[in-house]
């Protein structure tokens, strides 16, 4: 069993950043960690994730303004947030999978979700 743990998030002005933190509790490799979203009334969509040779899978809105990071070893993953736009506004979840076969931005893939941290970009 692997328990994720986010820290961060909050709100933040347009064009402002913020940052979330995710541990996982695990002794096993954790192959594929990162970030999805959901907004109430849709579907959870994948944000950013990367697997254990630093391979990274982006959504179009998050290329070029959100920065995933791993320390492998801690099982933690961060997720940095720039030039923030209300759109961004959304549940941030940690998501987590054990196994090579399973990287990529479709929900199905990922065993293992956090709570959930709330972020906001305010106009």
């Known amino acids: 069993q692997v328990q994720l743990v986010e820290s961060g998030g909050g709100s933040a002005q347009v064009g402002g950043s913020l940052r979330l933190s995710c541990a996982a509790s695990s002794v096993e490799r954790i192959y594929c960690m990162g970030w999805f979203r959901q907004v109430p009334g849709k579907e959870r969509g994948g944000v950013v994730v990367m697997d254990w040779y630093a391979n990274v899978w982006s959504a179009t809105s998050a290329t070029g303004r959100f920065i995933i990071q791993r320390e492998f070893i801690k099982n933690i993953v961060t997720l940095e947030m720039n030039s923030l736009n209300p759109e961004d506004t959304a549940m941030y979840f940690c998501?987590?999978?054990?196994?090579?076969?399973?990287?990529?931005?479709?929900?199905?893939?990922?065993?293992?979700w956090g709570q959930g941290t709330q972020v906001t970009g305010s106009s």
């Open positions: 998501v987590a999978v054990l196994s090579e076969a399973d990287c990529s931005l479709a929900s199905a893939s990922y065993r293992y």
